[in-house]
């Protein structure tokens, strides 16, 4: 029998990834959820007006589909603003005073 191994490597996340990068993905993936959703919402609002039934279940999910589209905008305007905002504080080098 083999001795039993150590402690697995230690894996180490740059300190920029946890505080930019990992924020930005979980906004994109908020993004395409959404729009996702309203894509598999217009198509099923689609279906429903072709079949001509279950009207007040198509203006139900027509104005769902409003809503959804007004809550990503806001997202997506939010993020943006947040995004110009860290990039107008982080800091920049200076140029050497001569």
Known sequence: MSAPAGLPPRIQIPRWIQ???LPVLLFLTWVVALAALTVISEALLGLLLC???FRVLAV??????HGFAAIA???????????????CLF???QAPAR
């Open 91 to 93: 800091p920049r080098e």
């Open 51 to 53: 079949v001509r039934r």
């Open 60 to 65: 139900l999910l027509a104005l769902g589909i």
């Open 19 to 21: 505080l930019i990068g």
């Open 73 to 87: 905008m806001n997202v997506f305007f939010f993020g943006a603003s947040l995004i110009a905002q860290v990039y």
